[in-house]
T-cell receptor
């Protein structure tokens, strides 16, 4: 069974600094997708970034980038120039195609990030 | 283009009552997913539906829980005879294709008295 592990329950970072959130996963599959979602205090789930496992190039979205290490099964999120609005829970998620043809997410337990003024 | 709409945002029920949670997917999305989030935990998959069909309900309890996505109207997650342990945030997500990122609604917070 696939598992997703986020080993940092809480982190903090000074405004304008850079922070990296870690995520590891366990799978025997070669084709899958990885995502980072942000859940601010308002409790919405907001897609931050996605990565297809077959792509070697790390995904980037403005201040957010990932370090995808397929062999190590690691998918960390780097937030550059942290802003107060980045304060949120961050969830790493894994998705693959099941034999039934369905896709579904498996989420990690989350990392609570606090950006300090 | 409206996002995934869930209602109500908050729902309070007494033990033994029924809870109905509604979800309207984004326009053009025919794949709907329901997740449950307990306090301080990640989201756990419950059920995946396409129009009028349940595709995967492996994460949904066999008793008291049911889901539907009719041809017309929103998807409904129904919990009968609620118990305290059903208190959680229930999120609905939708996608245009099965392997595309899922877009989430704001969730329904269910509280059981």
């Amino acid at each position: 069974a696939q598992t997703v592990t986020q080993s940092q329950p809480e982190m903090s970072v000074q405004e304008a600094e850079t922070v990296t959130l870690s995520c590891t996963y366990d799978t025997s599959e070669s084709n899958y997708y990885l995502f980072w979602y942000k859940q601010p205090p308002s409790r919405q789930m907001i897609l931050v970034i996605r990565q297809e496992a077959y792509k070697q190039q790390n995904a980037t979205e403005n201040r957010f980038s990932v370090n995808f290490q397929k062999a190590a099964k690691s998918f960390s999120l780097k937030i550059s120039d942290s802003q107060l609005g980045d304060t949120a829970m961050y969830f790493c998620a894994f998705m693959k195609r099941h034999s039934s043809g369905t896709y579904k997410y498996i989420f990690g337990t989350g990392t609570r990030l606090k950006v300090l003024a | 283009n409206a996002g995934v709409m869930q209602n109500p945002r908050h729902l309070v029920r007494r033990r033994g009552q029924e809870a109905r949670l509604r979800c309207s997917p984004m326009k053009g999305h025919s794949h709907v997913y329901w997740y449950r989030q307990l306090p301080e935990e990640g989201l756990k998959f419950m059920v995946y539906l396409q129009k009028e069909n349940i595709i995967d309900e492996s994460g949904m309890p066999k008793e008291r829980f049911s889901a539907e996505f009719p041809k017309e109207g929103p998807s409904i997650l129904r919990i009968q005879q609620v118990v305290r342990g059903d208190s959680a945030a229930y999120f609905c997500a939708s996608s245009p294709q099965a392997n595309q990122p899922q877009h989430f609604g704001d969730g329904t917070r269910l509280s059981i008295l």
